[in-house]
Each structure stands twice: as C-alpha cells, then as structure tokens.
C-alpha cells in the first residue's frame, strides 16, 4: 500500500501543478491580449485545461469510489458547457459591433445580411 | 482531517495562486472596455473558482466540496447564457411571436 500512497501523491502533486501552470496562462491571456474574441480564445482553452486537470487530481486523490466520479462528471460538463457560453459570448459581441481586429471578419458574414 | 506532507504544501500554494488571479481577473472584469469583456472575465473567475473549490476538497479531505464545484460550473454556464442572451436580445426569455 505504501508504493500505491506515493503513485497517489505524485499523480496528485502533478495533475495540480499543471492545473495551476494552465490557469495562470489563461489569466495572462485574459489580461495581455488586444480584443475581446482573443481573450475569450484564452480563457476557454487554457482556463479549461487547468480545471480539468484539477479535476483529475481530485479523481487520483478521492479514488472512483467516493467523490472521484463527480469529478470525471466535472469534466465532461465543463467540456461541454464552456465551448457553449463562449460561443454565445462572442456571437453577442458581434452582434453588438464589437470591432474586429485587421482583416478578421465574421464567417459567413454575406450570408446573414 | 486535514491532508499531510507535499499534497497539503502543493495545494495551499495552488489556492493561492488561483486566489491571485481571480484578483489579476477582477481587473479586467472593472477596466474591461466592452460588455463582453467584463462577461469573459466573470466567466474565468467563475472557473477558477470551480477549481478553487476542487482544491479546497483535497485539502480538507471532503468529497463534498467536488459536488460544491459541480453546482458552481452550472451557475456560471447558466449565467454566461442568460448574459449573452441578454445583451444580444434585450431580454432573456424570448417568445416567439
């Protein structure tokens, strides 16, 4: 058991170390980037990597007995809710005629006019 | 009970850090210079609060607090809708006419 506690406490140490690295590059992201679509690409990308590696040093501490499978429930909801506000956050930029940067423009821009 | 030895020191340094950027995020949500800007951060802060309570389920050896942070994700999913929602529409709750 002993060898099992120290797999334990390396996956946990790890997965948490990564977690906080990707969420300190969101935030960086989130505070340095030029627009608002550039900083949302930042906070749903790494922002989600560093939770759901948070999350699975939850499920390496708690085991997939006790409180380990809200946390795998946890990462499915976040991937599939996070790419969902996103994209409704920037549809409701564009809407609101936020501008783009250079010679971005919105897809299928002729299309909806 | 509480955990021990480089788990206990790894993730009182993690809730830290997390802590401090949802600060360095409070900025962005107070300067930010649109609306959707200040949604995006309150987006993030929401998330690394998720992972702030995750953390704290570690730390304190409660399995409790995992729930805590699955409740949390669907209130800032919810409220990222209805505030995009909001701003495109003008209202939430749309009907068709």
Redesign the interface.
Do not use: D, K
């Given at each position: 058991m002993a060898e099992l506690e120290a797999l334990r406490?390396v996956l946990?140490?790890g997965f948490?170390?990564v977690?906080?690295f990707f969420?300190?590059v969101?935030?960086i992201g989130?505070?340095r980037l030029p627009n608002?679509y550039n900083?949302?690409h930042a906070?749903s990308k790494p922002?989600?990597i560093?939770?759901v590696s948070?999350?699975l040093?939850?499920f390496a501490?708690?085991g997939p007995g006790?409180?380990?499978l809200?946390?795998l429930?946890?990462i499915v909801?976040?991937f599939l809710?996070?790419p969902?506000?996103?994209h409704?956050?920037?549809?409701?930029?564009e809407?609101?005629g936020?501008p783009f940067l250079g010679s971005v423009t919105w897809p299928g821009k002729s299309d909806d006019e | 009970m509480a955990v021990e030895g480089a788990v206990a020191l790894v993730v009182d340094a993690a809730i830290v850090l997390v802590a401090l950027l949802n600060l360095l995020c409070g900025y962005r949500v107070v300067k930010g210079p649109t609306v959707p800007d200040r949604v995006v951060a309150l987006d993030a802060i929401a998330t690394n609060v998720v992972a702030i309570a995750v953390l704290f389920a570690i730390k304190t050896d409660r399995g409790l607090f995992v729930t805590v942070s699955l409740v949390l994700a669907i209130i800032a999913f919810l409220s990222t809708v209805a505030v995009a929602k909001f701003v495109t529409e003008g209202d939430i709750i749309v009907t068709q006419d």
């Open positions: 406490t946990v140490v948490v170390v977690g906080a969420l300190t969101g935030t989130l505070l608002v900083r949302m906070t922002a989600t560093g939770t948070v999350f040093a939850g501490y708690f006790g409180a380990g809200p946390s429930i946890g909801f976040l809710t996070v969902t506000g996103a409704m956050i920037s549809r409701a930029a809407r609101t936020v | -």
